[in-house]
């Protein structure tokens, strides 16, 4: 029963995922004609793309002092793992992070093993170890540098690194 809900709700973010990548792309090239379809939907899976989904989409959030992927989450990391699967040569680093709470050790691990979820995440996808390497920055790398609860959940989060 479990997995059948875990299911549905996974089957559900990869759809609203989906939904917002198609209302993308018929914002921005609202004007531009039908011939340029097929060039915009191969460039709609590349990382390197801001315009690209997997640009636009490259973290992944926890709750305070939690390294479960919440279910919210589930449809970007299953869409980045399509990707790679889809591209055996792309190698992605997935980087661990935390709010300023707590001290430097305990954040480190935390962000290790939040980062070490979305890997094994990835390979019940079919993504190959060899393609993933998981580092944590503890609180060292913060996206906000306030001190509010919205700031601090803004942190807590596994980010996405393709390298070239």
């Keep these: 029963m479990k997995s059948r809900v875990a299911k549905s709700f996974t089957i559900?973010?990869?759809?609203?995922?989906?939904?917002?990548?198609?209302?993308?792309?018929?914002?921005?090239?609202?004007?531009?004609?039908?011939?340029?379809?097929?060039?915009?939907?191969?460039?709609?899976?590349?990382?390197?793309?801001?315009?690209?989904?997997?640009a636009q989409q490259r973290s992944v959030y926890f709750d305070f002092n939690s390294y479960t992927v919440d279910d919210k989450y589930r449809g970007i990391v299953e869409l980045h793992g399509k990707y790679l699967v889809a591209t055996p040569q792309q190698r992605v680093v997935i980087e661990g992070n935390t709010d300023a709470r707590g001290g430097a050790e305990y954040n480190l691990a935390l962000g290790q093993r939040r980062a070490e979820a979305v890997r094994r995440m990835l390979t019940l996808i079919g993504v190959p170890d060899t393609q993933v390497e998981t580092i944590s920055f503890g609180k060292e790398k913060p996206k906000a540098l306030g001190d509010t609860e919205a700031d601090f959940a803004e942190n807590r989060r596994a980010d996405f690194n393709y390298k070239r």
């Design 12 to 54: 559900v973010a990869l759809a609203a995922s989906l939904a917002a990548c198609s209302s993308v792309n018929l914002d921005d090239k609202a004007g531009a004609g039908g011939s340029g379809s097929g060039a915009d939907g191969s460039q709609i899976m590349d990382p390197f793309n801001p315009k690209s989904v997997l």
